[in-house]
């Protein structure tokens, strides 16, 4: 065989073997992208486009080296380039099914920026050392090297290319190359290939979108709602008589009604909450229903006055009310919610914003945010709300040494997935769970210490409420952004008065997070604006439902029904339906669905119906294997 035919038959076959690094871990982390997260079979030659891309623009330094450098230290820095390249691939495939495990999207490049950067930390407070997951990081990086150092010389198409082109050829081929990949590359930049769903493109552009999507649920625009919605923002008129008491919002993340002492829980997790409750004039729903099972839309629903199948892309919301009426609206968040798909922009315009990438510390600490408040000026006499957003009941907050009170402890956040391992976990989660809660009311207790001590609450109402609850082993599952049973659901809400003001009672004993934006105001003495549907607590009239949505699960609280309050749901992607009497079988533990008297059936089949059919087109992932029996 001629020379130049055996070296081009060489360089071919080096350049297959390389694209079977680069494709082979590309085609196993698609068929589980697409197969197990229900993207779009289009998202497969889209990322491969992408793959293609980055493999193309890697090639070019190390062309560049073979052709200027001397070999042994040109075939040096060549190996080293695409072995960290092929490492981030790797990396990268591993961070994105994590985020869709665990909150069911494609990490965005501010969340991995930070998390990254937080690396060690976010390992502590999961429980792991981080040399137990940069160990074996650095043995698949080591034997990744080692698989190609011994298939160097079977891979070594660029030193082929480098001794058996002219120079002409040999620089027209890296021309050649960087024209391909700009234009793919401009392409991508372009958020061309983000309708497909390829992943990458999802990672750095989707943070910059200015569609309202949130985590499992996408707002897609209606002009018509739109309309509606700018139509009552123009309509809305402050009122001149309003009271204007400071608004204390506290929301803790992942916070469950029924793990309280002051709802009744056997362990004493919340002793300053119960004695403030004996102190302080409270009203109180024990168990009220988040909109669902995230903080997205929980946050949405409590801010907008309404339930998911009604967001809007641009809602008025008690932020922008109270600002209407004088209101300096100052938001201190613990975790990330510049980052999480859509917080930042969904609270609109407000004066100041903080939340825990730019406190200090750690993003989900919660001291971050007690030492802001601790830097804040006395009360000024301007009416403020003050919205706070506590982690330390979420799975990635971090709980201090003095809050440990129940073992054996495990952070189920490092539990990918969603599903209970065995009891011996749920033990361990529970546990973990009641120290965060235990923690939490310290939290509470120095906040309320510190705004009373700067004259904030000389006139105010204090609200404490969550925007979620938590799976801990109930039905088999773990954590939340999942399901629609009542750990999840379940929230507690209510309202510490402070100051000379009488208040009016709650009327009401169902409620939703939809219901305490219309609550305040009511309080305050302000018009609600004509959109919002959630329902005063003082007022006593028939609600006829409550609305929750988790991704394909839809369902109500029906508040009227004989023998009630009764919740049903319907899930459209297994067609099951689910019907309980929750006063008297608030852990679900039979299904009533086949008994239910059929007027009722019907009632609430055409009601989800239109759920549906409202709801409009809905980021559909599919939810965990091990349905509720």
């Known amino acids: 065989m001629p020379p130049a035919s055996a070296a081009r038959r060489r360089i071919a076959a080096g350049l297959a073997l390389e694209a079977v690094f680069w494709l082979a871990p590309a085609a196993l982390f698609l068929a589980v992208y697409v197969a197990r997260y229900d993207m779009p079979a289009a998202a497969i030659p889209a990322h491969l486009l992408v793959v293609f891309m980055f493999a193309g623009a890697l090639a070019l330094p190390r062309m560049v080296v073979r052709m200027l450098l001397p070999q042994a230290i040109a075939r040096g820095i060549d190996r080293g380039l695409l072995a960290l390249g092929l490492a981030a691939q790797w990396a990268y495939y591993g961070l994105v099914l994590i985020g869709l495990a665990s909150w069911r999207r494609v990490p965005t490049l501010e969340l991995l920026e930070v998390y990254v950067r937080q690396f060690g930390r976010v390992m502590e407070v999961l429980g792991m050392a981080p040399a137990l997951v940069g160990v074996p990081i650095l043995v698949m990086f080591l034997m990744l090297c080692l698989a190609l150092w011994f298939t160097r010389a079977h891979m070594d198409w660029i030193a082929g290319l480098a001794r058996s082109a002219s120079p002409i050829t040999r620089w027209g081929m890296v021309g050649l190359v960087v024209i391909s990949a700009t234009g793919v590359f401009r392409y991508w930049l372009d958020a061309e290939l983000t309708p497909y769903s390829e992943p990458l493109s999802l990672t750095v552009h989707e943070g910059f979108r200015n569609h309202a999507d949130l985590q499992s649920h996408t707002v897609r625009g209606d002009a018509t709602a739109d309309a509606r919605e700018q139509a009552a923002r123009t309509a809305y008129v402050p009122a001149t008589s309003a009271q204007r008491s400071n608004v204390v919002l506290i929301v803790a993340d992942a916070l469950r009604a029924d793990h309280m002492s002051l709802n009744g829980y056997a362990r004493p997790t919340t002793p300053f909450l119960t004695r403030l409750a004996r102190e302080v004039p409270t009203r109180r729903v024990e ?122 402890v495990e952070n189920y956040c490092a539990s990918f997935g969603g599903k209970l391992r065995d009891q011996a976990q749920r033990e361990g989660a529970v546990n973990h769970y009641d120290n965060g809660m235990h923690q939490l009311d310290a939290i509470v207790a120095r906040l309320i210490g510190l705004l009373r001590d700067k004259g904030y609450l000389e006139d105010a109402l204090v609200v404490l409420a969550g925007d979620h609850g938590e799976y801990l082993g109930e039905f088999g599952r773990i954590m939340h952004a999942h399901g629609v049973h009542e750990p999840v659901i379940g929230i507690p809400l209510m309202i510490f008065s402070f100051g000379p003001a009488a208040r009016r009672p709650f009327l009401r004993r169902v409620a939703s997070q939809a219901d305490l934006a219309p609550t305040l105001l009511a309080d305050l003495g302000m018009p609600r604006p004509a959109t919002w549907t959630g329902v005063p607590l003082q007022e006593d009239g028939p609600v006829p439902f409550l609305y929750f949505q988790q991704a394909r699960e839809f369902g109500l609280i029906d508040t009227l029904a004989a023998d009630g309050p009764w919740k049903y749901w319907r899930d459209l992607g297994s067609g099951r339906e689910f019907a309980y009497r929750i006063a008297r079988d608030p852990q679900e533990r039979e299904n009533l669905i086949a008994t239910a008297a059929p007027d009722l059936l019907r009632r609430w089949r055409a009601e989800v119906d239109t759920l549906v059919a409202r709801a409009g087109p809905t980021r559909l992932l599919p939810m965990f294997e091990d349905r509720p029996q």
């Open 287 to 408: 168990t009220a229903r988040a909109v669902c099972s995230e903080s997205p839309c929980g946050l949405l629903g409590m801010a907008s006055g309404r339930y998911v199948h009604q967001f809007v892309g641009a809602p008025v919301t008690l932020q922008e009310v109270l600002r209407l009426h004088g209101y300096r609206v100052s938001l201190i968040l613990g975790g990330d919610h510049t980052g999480f798909y859509g917080l930042r922009r969904m609270y609109g315009r407000v004066d100041d914003y903080i939340d825990g990438p730019r406190l200090s510390g750690y993003v989900n600490d919660d001291h971050g945010v007690i030492g802001h408040v601790a830097a804040m000026a006395p009360w000024d006499g301007q009416p403020r709300m003050l919205q706070f957003h506590l982690m330390s009941t979420h799975c990635l907050g971090s709980r201090a040494a003095e809050h440990v009170r129940y073992r054996p």
